[in-house]
């Protein structure tokens, strides 16, 4: 069922129900107003009736009968009769056949106040009289016909109200439903025309403050990421494939000259030695690439694992590669602090030989190495004195394949900035970069610790 169709029998059912309990209350507090109020007026009769007659019982029945016709307030099928005490029948206006029946209701009256009751369509009160110290027993009956005609007009009136409502309920639900979702549609519409050649478009976010807004808003951040995921995709199939190219290109005419031309084993063993060093380019960026995939997949257990262990890991592979060269450590932390976080100890360890790689690689100089942990915060900060990121590359630095202009001859393939990244984000922590060309480069990564309890 289509979300209109939905919101609006949803709306009939509960505007009808609405309508038709209200529809039902006014009939029954009517009912009640009617019935109290013919009450009333048979125990205005009764009174009267216990006044003129009961008062002036020595006066012939001529009386009464004259006194009814008189009577601007005389009720359909009126009957008034009056017992005394020993429940003997002294007045009636009409002949009456139920004089057992009514009989039976005077032990009904316990005390002073009248005692309601309702035979076939009459309804009647039975009320006590005190007249010189003797009892009497008033009966006053009738038929509201007036009072029944009117309930019988109020409900034909209110059933006609609530089917003309019925049918008006159903037209302001389709039509409350259809501005409802009229942002909806409209959204619908907008994104039916984003493609993948025109993911710069965006949807209308209207007035940026109810739900349909916020949905909006949310889907535009997501187009922004999606630009951005295909940007970079476009970007680093077309780096990928020219890193590839390039060292393949190198091996095949390598190769080929070698086949051509090359007569003696000399030759051969150096064009196989340029061979192999091509070889060994295309597996690091290979390595490289399916390394920085495995990261991008977001899979990884966490555990405790200490920062200061992976740091020093990484600190002694780099002075591996780098011989003599200097990589001081400066530990600070607090009483309470430590150097533990939930991660992963191989990545994280990758992670930090990435920075120190390349500090080391466009450096000759001192790098130094800090680790602070502070309110359950643990920084790394590494720092080299070497030639620096230009402004223009800076916003490209954590791209994966994108290299700096000036570093030209230094080996690399631009990935472990990007691995790194990807990295300390699996672990929720940042990454920041400060440089200055010829002044040297400041990385700082900041991770979320463990608190220590006891």
Known sequence: MLIRNRLTLIFTLLATAIQVTLSLLVWYFYSLYRREEFYSRLESKAHVAGRVLISRRHLHDDFFKNMVRTDLLTIVEEQISIFDSRQNLVFTNRTLKESDYYKEKIPLVTDESPFEFRSGHLESILMPYRDRGQLFYIF???????????????????????????????????????????????????????????????????????????????????????????????????HASHELRTPLTNILGTLQTSLRYDKNPADWRDSMEVSVEELKKVI???????????????????????????????????????????????????????????????????????????????????????????????????????????????AHILDPLYRGKNVDGVPGFGIGLAVTQKIIELHQGTTRFTSRVNQGTTVIIQLPGVMLIG
């Open 140 to 238: 006053a009956s009738g038929y509201d016909r007036i009072g029944f005609a009117k309930l019988g007009t109020l409900q034909q009136i209110l059933l006609l109200a609530n089917l003309l409502g019925f049918t008006l309920i159903v037209l302001a639900g389709w039509y409350f439903s259809g501005r409802v979702l009229k942002p909806i549609s409209q959204i619908v519409e907008e994104v039916e025309q984003i493609t993948a050649k025109q993911l710069h478009k965006r949807v209308h976010e209207g007035n940026r403050r109810d739900e349909i807004a916020q949905l909006a808003m949310t889907f535009n951040q997501m187009l922004f990421r999606l630009e951005d995921a295909f940007v970079s995709q476009r970007s680093f199939v077309s």
């Open 284 to 394: 690091g960026l290979t390595n490289s690439l399916l390394g920085l995939a495995k990261v991008t997949d977001g899979t990884l257990a966490l555990v405790p694992v200490q920062v200061d262990d992976c740091l020093l890991t990484a600190i002694g592979q780099v002075q591996t590669r780098y011989p003599g060269r200097s990589l001081p450590l400066q530990f600070s932390a607090g009483e309470e602090d430590s150097f533990t976080v939930r991660g992963n100890a191989t990545l994280l360890t990758t992670a930090f030989l990435n920075v120190l790689d390349n500090a080391c690689k466009y450096s000759d100089e001192a790098v130094s190495v800090q680790l602070q942990s502070r309110d359950a915060e643990i920084t790394v900060i590494v720092t080299d004195r070497g030639r620096g990121v230009e402004e223009a590359d800076a």
